[in-house]
Structures are given as structure tokens and as C-alpha cells.
């Protein structure tokens, strides 16, 4: 090599970035977890399940039977939609007397995020609305915001979102897509009524606006009675976002969309852009651990870990937060959303907490337009339930020296 | 469910795609690959590498490992950038003396394809200019289109890119982004000579364009002398992009970018927004089967049959196409590229092949203009020896025919 090309090492002075790659900002979530991966800290921050609980005995079997009975298939390039094996089971499992899928209405999606990607991609034009609850999953917005969306909001109330302040917001922005986590939301843990649910797909159909389902924990419910689900009641105008990550393990990264013929066709041609397909093998470990039967008993472990859990850090709460503190009680889900009184910030009160041991994640990247600062998030399933009462401990003593 | 309810199942009359997604094409190749999947029909279409030559036996021992060694933290979500032991063994394997890469400098991506939608994503604004090849890599037409590219194209001769012709065009154009496959490209099978890469990162440098060196194949060849890579000699103006697919598995969609510090930057806050993060289990799966050494051997190994492949190929076609057909003769890589006679387009004959029970691709797709219907693609590798003499007989009667 010669001086010439050695003094060209450096030769790019100022990268042209594209104008939307400059403006994404760093995922709040992905950046609270590099803080509170330090030692010492319990962790309430991330929606990362109890590793503790993953079903590493049985996915290994599975693991074998993928080499013995898929072998090189399982290796190989595959289909956009992902592999038939699966999406048959799948569309067997989400399959109700009323609402049939069948293997072509699925879409593979490397985890919920690329779903979610994909759907900003397949709806939105730039300055396009979305009508979502506030607050709601960072990740979405996360996802959206690449692709120019604006957003109208409706608040939430115990019933999930305020869908009698929906009407007007739709008539006023005409949204292009409807987004919501109507079972045990991120981040607030509350789950929509059946009662809202029937008059959201009434408006859905009435303005001929798609409803975006996202679901990624619709099967851990602890307590409640189970309510109807938004494609049960509206039928194909509802495209459902699903995933494994929450209930067997989130490293093989497999999600889905389901959603209509017209629908999984774009999502089809959209994949083959991004990333051809997602990854082979992984689709085979869990079509094979689900093959034999393993996935119902292990909800079942989950579900009673995780419903303790809750409980634990509920009752750690009412103990030891101040009252003017307060908290939602979910039925289901990893999240419960806490709120503050009205003088303080939870950002404020980040570093304290961090400084005390104890990661949250703060609430307001998860309000669309980050204009409310007086909640944040905490995942009640990752910690053990000693480190939960501890963690919780901690937290109080932040809160009540405020 | 009420008759209302059940009346609302087909509620979206005209669904609100995107203008972007509504302009996408389904990918020619994987169009193909459904016709090409007949049985009886000997397959040179796709870019399949050959599965019987798969390390099934190491990558089994190796997915033995993943659970031994790293249980619930390969099932856990993982880092944006990917998980740390394969940037480290990976940065090892891709520095040189002069070059080098620390962990921080690789994106692990879900094969290539996704690090092309991702350059894509970080560099296009719409309308702006990619300088190519052309032919050029129809999965990076198809990542780049959806950010509104347009094209600027070099032609090819047996030493690759004209960059004598590069100069005029960049002045007209501005490039945002160079893009080129300087090793076996895909699809003409042609190497870029030395003193055209010096010309390139001169040029390069020169005009403050990045250059996108897509290298899938690099590592694969059989024949001639080495060349220095585009990052050699042009540093950190050169964004690598690589993968396991072609010399491992493309089933574990394991591939990554290398670049500086500043783009790998812009890369993870892509990544977070697109999905979190690559599966984590295949990235152990790669990690543990190179951490035991066995990548080298098995690459003598593809290698030695490949090369054996190409030749069987290279031979029955001198011996059996008309002698107007021409074809190059790469030194490495998957793919050789076929020129017809100026009367016969590679689309129309494309049918009457499905018919003789042999596929290839038709190169239009490979041209950013779609103005060159002369060509066709063949990959030398995914079949038996057996198989591409047939093959190759079964196209010479149709090319014999005409």
C-alpha cells in the first residue's frame, strides 16, 4: 500500500446521512437498558421476560428434532411469508369458529418491531396521522416516526382508550390507520373493554380506517375475565401483530402479522425488500417446540410466575410508595404505569433512582407528541419477586424523600 | 357475535397503502423461485447455495454449545448491534495490518439484504443518485427503490466497472452513493480489477462519495490471483457489507455492515427503529461453529466443489451453446452471466426453458434502466455436477432452437 492510499483513510468529511435517518432518535428503551445493565441495579426497564423461565429444556429437544427431521432445509433460504410448517400451525392456533386463517393470511416478521416497521412502511406517506392511545408503545412510534407520520391521540382511562373522543379526532386528521395494544398495553398495563372495542370497529368500518392490532401479550392474562378480540369484532379490517417473544423467548425473534389476503400480499413484497425472509432456523425451533405440544403447559408456568410477580410488586407499592403516588393494576401483560403528582418529573427522578439501584423507564417517549412527563413504566415479570420488593424498596425511599 | 358485527368482515373496501409500497415490484428472483421449484425442473435460477454441502454435523454440535454455554442469554433479546462475542471474533477475521475493525465498528444485519435496505435508508433522500454497475444486484435495486433512488450506471467488461466512464457521470449527478459487487459480482460473475479499485476510492475521495462494497462472495474463489479489497485501498470511505449466507447458512440470516465508528452509529439507531435486533440464537449458533475453528475447512470445502461445478458448467456450455451465445468465466462467486444474440430477448426464451425443465433468471432485473433484455443469469453451484450437464443440454436445445 502506498502513502496515496494510506492518507485516504479518512476521506469522507461529512457522512450524507439521509434527511429521516438524521432525525430518528436513539430508542429511549434500548438506551435506559445500557444504563441498567450495571451490576447492582434491579431492573424494572425493559420488557425483557424472565430468563429464568424459558423453556431451554424443551427448545433444545426441539432443536435436535430440527436437525433431524428438517436438516438442511432448516439452513436454507425460505420463503418471504416464512416457513409453512409454521404459519400452518399458527393459523391453526389463532384460527376462532368465526374468524378462519389460513397459512397464506400470516407474515413472518423478525419479532413485533419489524411487524410494526412494516406496517409504517406499507400505510404511511409523509404527514400521514395515526391515531393511537396516549400514551402507547415507544417502539411503534419508534417505527412510524421513519416514515413521517403525525399522530392524534385519545387518552386512557380505565377502559382503555377514550374511544368517545375518537370520532372527532377522525373527522378532524382523516388518520390513515388505527394503532393500538388493546390487551394489557405498553405501557400501562390497562386492557380495553369490550364495551369500546365493539365501538372502535364501528368507527373503523364507518370511516374505512384499518385497525393495527398489536398483541404481544394477549395470552398472559393472571386475573379478569378474557374480552373479545378487535379481529373477533371487526373482522378484516383488523390486521393482528403477534409474537413468540414474551411467551416462549425473544432471542429467535419470530412475530407475525395476520391480516387479510389484499393485505399479506403487500406485506409479502414489502419483506422481500427489507430482508428477503427471517431467519430459517429459528422458525423451525419453534415450530417444532410447539409441534410437540410443549407451548399451553409452559403458559401455564409463566402465567402463575408472572401472576405473582404482579402481586408482589403491587402490594410492595401499596405498602411503600407515598399516596399521592399512583398505579395501574393490570390483569395481564409485563407492565404496570405509575403516576406522579403533578410537581414532579419522572425524568428527574431517573438518576436518583439509578444512583438508589433501580431502573425504570420514564413515560414521556411513550406520549406521541412527549408532552407529558408525570408517569413512567415498570416491568413487574423480569425481577425475581425478592429483588421486585427490594427494587420496589428502593423506589419508595426516591419517591418519598421528594 | 351479532349479524352487525359479522357484516363488517370484509369492512375496507380500497385499503390506504403507502405510494412508496404501492411502487414496489415484487422481487423478479423470488417470483422465480416458485416457478423454478416444479418438480423436474433443474434449478439455476436462484442464489441458493448447495444444501448438501451444509456443516450440518459442526452446526449441530455447535447449536449443542449455544445451549450449554450460553443458555437463557441466547434466548434473550440482545444488543442492536449484535451480540459481542461474534463482533469480536468477526472484527478479528475482517481486519488486516492496515485495516483494522473493533466490535463497534459491525451492525450484524439479518443476511445482506437487510444491510441494503439499511444503506438505503441511512444515505437516500428521495431522487437522489446511486452510482452503479450495470448490471448490478437486483436485491439492492429492489432495497434501494423504496427510498425513491434513482440511478446513474457504469458499464461492465471483463475488468469490471468502466470507471473511466465514472467520472462523467458523477459530475452530472452527484451521487449520494456508490454501489458496486467488486468480487464475482452478482449477476455477471466478474471480478474489478486492482488498478480500477485504486481508480474508484480516488474518485471516491476525491468527490466525497461513500462506496458500498457488497461482498456476499469474496471468500469464494477458485481460480486467478486475489485482488485488494475496495477497503484496502479506499479505508474508511468504504462501507463492507457481508454475510454467513453463501459460506455457511443463508438459513441463520446472519450478515453485517463494517464501517467507521460514524456510520456503525447510524446503522444502530436504523437497526432499533427496523427490528431491535438480529435473532440472537443463530448469531451463537455462527459464533460457536467459528470459535471451533471449523469455517476455514469448510470453506476449502465449498470451495473445491464449487470450483468443480463452475467448470462442468463452463465445459458443457462451450460444448453445447451455439457459438453466438457468449458467457463470462468467473474466478469465484455463484453466478456466470449469458449474452444472447441481439435478435433474442432472455425474457421470451424464459417459458420455453420452464418448458424444457430448466430455470434461470432473465437479466432485465439487473439493469437500475431495465433497458437490456440481452442476458441471463446461471448459478454454477446449487446443483450436482449430473444435474448442470443436464441442464445446461436441456438450454442448449433451447437455444439451439431459436
Chains 1, 2 share one sequence.
Request: glycine residues 6%; aromatic residues 10%; neutral net charge.
Amino acid at each position: 500500500m502506498n502513502e496515496s492510499t494510506l492518507s485516504k483513510k479518512e476521506v469522507i468529511c461529512n457522512w450524507p446521512f439521509s434527511d429521516s435517518s438524521l432525525s430518528i432518535k436513539a430508542n429511549a428503551i434500548r438506551e435506559i437498558l445500557k444504563v441498567s445493565a450495571r451490576p447492582g441495579i434491579i431492573n424494572f426497564a425493559g420488557g425483557l421476560p424472565a430468563a429464568e423461565l424459558f423453556p431451554e429444556t424443551h427448545l433444545k429437544e426441539a432443536t435436535e428434532k430440527v436437525f433431524q427431521k428438517h436438516g438442511p432445509k432448516a439452513l436454507q433460504y425460505s420463503l418471504t411469508l416464512g416457513i409453512v410448517e409454521l404459519r400452518e400451525l399458527l393459523s391453526e392456533r389463532i384460527s376462532t369458529a368465526d374468524n378462519k386463517y389460513e397459512p397464506d393470511s400470516i407474515q413472518i416478521t423478525t419479532g413485533s418491531q419489524q411487524g410494526l416497521d412494516m406496517i409504517g412502511r406499507a400505510f404511511i406517506n409523509p404527514g400521514d396521522y395515526i391515531l393511537t392511545e396516549a400514551p402507547t408503545y415507544l417502539g411503534a412510534l419508534s417505527a412510524f416516526n421513519f416514515y413521517d407520520a403525525r399522530y392524534c391521540t385519545v387518552p386512557l382511562d380505565e377502559g382503555g382508550m377514550r374511544v368517545d373522543l375518537a370520532e372527532d379526532l377522525i373527522k378532524k386528521y382523516k388518520p390513515k390507520v388505527i394503532y393500538v395494544v388493546p390487551n394489557f398495553q405498553n405501557p400501562s398495563g390497562i386492557t380495553m373493554s369490550a364495551s369500546r372495542r365493539e365501538i372502535l370497529v364501528e368507527l373503523a368500518s364507518r370511516y374505512q380506517i384499518p385497525i393495527v392490532d398489536d398483541n404481544p401479550y394477549g395470552e398472559l392474562r393472571y386475573s379478569g375475565d378474557p374480552v373479545p378480540s378487535l379481529k373477533a369484532l371487526g373482522g378484516d379490517a383488523v390486521i393482528s401483530l403477534g409474537t413468540f417473544s414474551k411467551i416462549i423467548s425473544p432471542g429467535v425473534r419470530t412475530g407475525w402479522i395476520a391480516a387479510c389476503p389484499k393485505v399479506i400480499r403487500m406485506m409479502e413484497k414489502v419483506k422481500q425488500s427489507v430482508d428477503l425472509h427471517s431467519a430459517t432456523f429459528p422458525q423451525y425451533m419453534i415450530y417444532e417446540y410447539m409441534l410437540a405440544g410443549h407451548l399451553e403447559k409452559h403458559l401455564e408456568i409463566i402465567c402463575k410466575a408472572y401472576h405473582k410477580r404482579r402481586d408482589v410488586m403491587l402490594n410492595t407499592m401499596a405498602n411503600e410508595f407515598p399516596a399521592e403516588v399512583t398505579f395501574t393494576r393490570p390483569e395481564g401483560g409485563l407492565f404496570l404505569w405509575v403516576t406522579l403528582p403533578k410537581s414532579i418529573g419522572a425524568a428527574d427522578i431517573f438518576d436518583k433512582a439509578i444512583d438508589a439501584g433501580v431502573a425504570f423507564v420514564p413515560g414521556k417517549p411513550f406520549f406521541p407528541h412527549e408532552d407529558n412527563d408525570q408517569h413512567f413504566r415498570l416491568n413487574f415479570c423480569h425481577a425475581s419477586e425478592d429483588n421486585i420488593m427490594e427494587g420496589i424498596r428502593r423506589l419508595a425511599k426516591v419517591l418519598n424523600s421528594l
